[in-house]
């Protein structure tokens, strides 16, 4: 009796987790589980499935574990597994509690990597009120085929509201306001009636992405779209590009003229282009949408060439991004058509402030975020993405900083050269750094685009062909 009752004061750790930490090599002492102990080394270990299959899941006790940002990191929408199913995966190892053993189960496992800053980690034994201390390089060691990731709420961040009730109006319709807004990210593609992308477009995605591609493909999908076909003939044609002798076809155009890249990324432009109307409404003086995307395009293009050699972007890439910077204003006339009459009123009234001010004041949201996100739904490159959505910050420095920088110096450029709307901005030193490019390689890139401003217009009235 004595002996039972000393025993279930003082438990143990079952013997298979014993056994497999011996045989693992992992130091551990047995802690008895009391509150006071720190909540960022306890490590919570949650099962969770979906139709993929099972997924051992830690994170330390000081986090709540967001399940949204889960299904960002892994692309699954995880939830717990039924009790009964762990409940038999326990009884199975005589266990009453799950302890964060990787190589106890063998599903893959996802741990929250700042579990890792605490010295000592303390994890269920498999009997209740017991935890198991490892020092950190020793469970570091357990976690050798895991993956690591960032998925946790410090809850130190969420404060609820316990003791202001006068607050709770406030609170709530700022929650639903919140809600709503989710839901409609959510819902985005179903509510928002975005067009879908022309077969053209679709094609010239594919071969921008595939390294096998060859002239005779492009000129194969180019060819299928007589339309797109009579414009990259007589883009090539254009006194612009000063091309030798007559352009009698496509192939002639892409292999005498324009080149691989420029014809595939000219192509996408056109065709994404041609997916949604110019809106009859604009702001007054505001330079014509197409004339803006190819003096910008052929201003990037200009400073990508004057860019040290093994620091230059994809060029083909950088034009595009040229070419589609403003898409994001097509789309907000598309998506918002009784807003968009408003937001050209507040541009003509506003010529001081960039045109994000009076779109985040009176939408909530600007062109670029709303551009840089369809890029993303057609699966278009990351680069144009950030090309897109960065492009007004001059500090940006992230992944791909070369095409929203390049954009930006472009665009402050042409501004200062009386082209484009909004204030005249300053050209930072950094930003140039960044492009390894001096003031003077900047300006003569844009002098030189400009000295062929009547054929550029030309070019561009191209782009006016009815949808």
Not at 24 to 40: I, K, T
Request: aromatic fraction near 6%; charged fraction near 25%.
């Amino acid at each position: 009796m004595t002996e039972v009752a000393l025993d279930t004061a003082t438990p143990h750790a079952p013997s298979v987790i014993r056994l497999l930490l011996d045989k693992l090599g992992v130091p551990y002492r047995e802690v008895p589980e009391h509150a006071r102990l720190p909540a960022n080394a306890r490590v919570q270990a949650i099962l969770l499935d979906d139709e993929v299959g099972a997924l051992l899941v830690l994170f330390p006790q000081n986090q709540l574990l967001d399940l949204n940002r889960l299904a960002e990191l892994t692309g699954r929408k995880l939830v717990a597994v039924p009790l009964a199913r762990l409940k038999h995966m326990l009884d199975k190892h005589a266990l009453k509690t799950l302890p964060g053993i990787p190589a106890l189960t063998s599903y893959p496992c996802l741990y929250e990597a700042s579990l890792l800053q605490a010295d000592n980690l303390l994890i269920q034994s498999g009997e209740r009120g017991l935890l198991l201390e490892i020092p950190r390089d020793a469970f570091k060691r357990m976690l050798a085929k895991a993956s690591a990731g960032h998925f946790g709420e410090q809850i130190e961040d969420i404060r609820p509201n316990l003791d202001r009730p006068d607050d709770d109006s406030k609170e709530i319709s700022r929650a639903v306001q919140a809600f709503t807004a989710r839901r409609i990210q959510q819902r985005l593609e179903q509510t928002i009636e975005i067009p879908p992308l022309a077969d053209t477009a679709q094609k010239i995605i594919k071969l921008r992405v595939d390294p096998n591609a060859s002239i005779d493909d492009i000129t194969g999908v180019v060819e299928t779209d007589p339309a797109l076909a009579a414009q990259v003939v007589s883009w090539a044609a254009s006194p612009y590009y000063a091309s030798p002798g007559k352009i009698r076809s496509v192939e002639d155009a892409i292999v005498r003229v324009l080149g691989f890249d420029l014809v595939i990324n000219l192509a996408l432009g056109l065709a994404l282009g041609k997916t949604l109307s110019l809106p009859k409404d604009h702001p007054q003086e505001a330079t014509p949408y197409w004339q803006q995307s190819i003096y910008t395009a052929a201003v990037i293009e200009g400073l990508t060439r004057a860019m040290p050699r093994a620091e230059r972007p994809e060029a083909g890439l950088t034009y595009l991004a040229g070419l589609l910077h403003n898409f994001g204003y097509l789309l907000l006339a598309h998506v918002f058509p009784p807003h968009f009459s408003l937001i050209c009123r507040h541009l003509e009234v506003n010529p001081h402030l960039c045109h994000t001010f009076v779109e985040q004041h009176l939408l909530g949201i600007s062109r670029e975020q709303i551009g840089a996100w369809l890029m993303k739904l057609w699966d278009m490159p990351e680069e144009l993405s950030t090309a897109l959505r960065f492009q007004h910050d001059p500090s940006y420095d992230g992944e791909y900083a070369a095409f929203p920088n390049l954009v930006c110096l472009a665009v402050r450029l042409l501004r200062a050269r009386g082209i484009g709307t909004g204030p005249q901005e300053e050209i930072p030193d950094a930003l140039l750094e960044r492009l390894s490019l001096t003031r003077e390689k900047a300006e003569e890139a844009v002098s030189k685009v400009l000295e062929a401003e009547t054929l550029l217009r030309e070019l561009a009235s191209q782009f006016h062909a009815p949808h």
